[in-house]
Structures are given as C-alpha cells and as structure tokens.
C-alpha cells in the first residue's frame, strides 16, 4: 500500500537555526498537510496545500513557517530562526480530491531544539 | 467552532472483551468524522470515516463505529479486544471547507491485558 514518507525522522537543531523537513507525499494524491503533535498534547493543524499555494493555514503557521512543493515528489516544511517551542513531532499527510477522502499520514520528524 | 472531545485519558480492557473508545463532536452542519490510531514511533493510521449513509460504520483490525445525531456521538468499538490493539486512539472532525483540515481530539490509550 502506498506512504507517505518523512525524512529525517529525528532532527536535532541549536536554536535559531533553520530546518527544513521533507515529506514524499502519496504518488496520486493532490491535497498536501503538514501537523505537528507537542510531546503529550493533541494533533495541531498546520497548512494545507493545494495547487502550489496554501490553501488553508492555521494561527500557528505565522511568518516562521513556509511550505514549498519544489519538485513533482517532494512537499516541504521550512522553520526559520528556531525557538525551543518548536520542539515537536511534525507529521505530514496526503489526501485524495474530494471533501470524504481522508488523510494519509508519515511516520513523523520529531525535531528536537536545544 | 469544530471541535471533538475525547472525554476518556485512557481505557483499559481484558482481551476478548468488547472495547468502546468515546468520542463526541461539536460542529455546524454535517459532520465528516474519522478515527485514528497511533502505534508508538509511528504516524497515524486511518481507521474509519463516516461522511453519510448507515450510522454503523466498519474499518480495519475489526473496528467499527456508531454515528449518533441526536447525542452528537462518533464512538470507536471491536467486539473482541486483541492485545495488539494497544495504542493511541484519535477522532477527528473535518473542518470547514471541501478538504477542510482535521480537527484531532487529545487521543485515548487504549491498553488491552491478557
């Protein structure tokens, strides 16, 4: 069955420095996300993308974050200027056209700042 | 606002036991609901959807779901627990939009004893 794919799966980064988190979505699937978990909270949404643009993006997503599609395969999640804060698993996932598809989830980075 | 509630931290059940994980939902209009579960070190894994139709819903592993309107309800049940069954269990509403993001409660363990 197809996956989607998330690379590294651990990243370890000084603060203020920028990371780049890299995501293979599922081959056929249209509409990319990126999520990210705190270490014992819920599932936040972070960005949606479609199309080549953002779509939809939550209060998190501010000026730190950029999401970009750089080639047929590859779906991206860059943060500038690093805070401890940003310590989390970043889950990105892939679905199909159509409002009843769901979500297809990576295995996770889990990116660690110190 | 969408949102789902979780009302449960954890569950505990004894193999062979039927198992219920509660979830209830908050949104305007039609909901779309998932369930999804999360093996340690691993990303989340689709379950089950209900979009429209029958109330009782099935999945994969043996699970299935009961869509209740009038008690706003979305809850996770298997007729018979397995241990492997042990994880994290989340809902998720869909939110606002065609391919609106996923709205996650805060997840229920679900710990299964031989």
């Known amino acids: 069955e197809p996956e989607v794919t998330q690379t590294p799966s651990h990243q370890v980064t000084q603060m203020g420095q920028e990371v780049i988190l890299r995501c293979v979505p599922i081959s056929n699937h249209l509409y990319f996300y990126w999520y990210r978990q705190i270490l014992g909270q819920k599932v936040e949404f972070l960005v949606s993308?479609?199309?080549?643009?953002?779509?939809?993006k939550s209060e998190i997503f501010d000026d730190q974050f950029s999401v970009e599609r750089p080639d047929g395969s590859n779906f991206t999640l860059k943060i500038r200027s690093t805070k401890l804060e940003d310590s989390a698993m970043y889950f990105c996932?892939?679905?199909?056209?159509?409002?009843?598809?769901?979500?297809?989830f990576g295995d996770g980075t889990r990116l660690s700042i110190l | 606002a969408q949102s789902v509630a979780q009302p449960e931290d954890q569950v505990n059940v004894a193999e062979g036991n039927p198992l219920t994980v509660k979830c209830t939902y908050s949104v305007s209009g039609n909901p779309y609901l998932f369930w999804y579960v999360q093996y340690p070190n691993r990303g989340l894994q689709f379950l089950l959807k209900?979009?429209?139709?029958?109330?009782l819903v099935k999945g994969s592993y043996g699970f299935e779901a009961e869509f209740n309107k009038s008690q706003t309800s979305f809850h996770l049940k298997k007729p018979s627990a397995l241990v492997s069954d042990s994880a994290l269990y989340f809902c998720a509403v869909r939110g606002r939009g065609s391919q609106g993001n996923l709205i996650f409660g805060k997840g229920t363990k679900l710990s299964v004893k031989p």
């Open positions: 996932a892939s679905s199909a056209v159509g409002g009843n598809q769901p979500q297809h």
């Open positions: 209900y979009i429209t139709g029958d109330n």
């Open positions: 993308f479609y199309n080549n643009e953002i779509s939809e």
